[in-house]
């Protein structure tokens, strides 16, 4: 059986961040939240040196591309709900 390896990237805008200090916090919480509710692998990827924007990817490995899937879209509405409006944009690709 081969596995099937998911990967998502999201774009947030972090709008109430004034210093790379509050920008982390809110980007640790993000992190920590989607590993413990979904067990994912999560890393700040891009723009770590600005205060209001970050780009995280999500990387998850299933035996169905459905459950994968499901898995990165379930991220994706997670993020959404902890934080309603700091999602610009988001990527995903199946493997």
């Known amino acids: ?4 390896i998911g990967y998502l ?9 004034h210093s790379l200090k509050e920008k982390r916090g809110t980007v640790k ?3 920590e939240r989607l590993k ?7 890393s700040e990827i891009g723009e770590q040196d600005k205060w209001q924007r970050s780009v995280i990817a999500v990387v998850t490995v299933g ?9 990165l879209e379930k991220s994706v509405e997670f993020v959404e709900s ?4 700091f999602l610009i944009n988001y990527h995903k690709e199946i493997f």
């Open 1 to 4: 059986m081969a596995s099937v």
């Open 9 to 17: 990237e999201m774009e947030i805008q972090i709008p109430h961040a």
């Open 29 to 31: 919480r993000i992190v």
């Open 36 to 42: 413990g509710k979904f067990n994912v692998s999560v």
């Open 63 to 71: 035996t169905s591309k459905k459950v994968v899937d499901s898995t």
């Open 82 to 85: 902890l934080y309603p409006g």
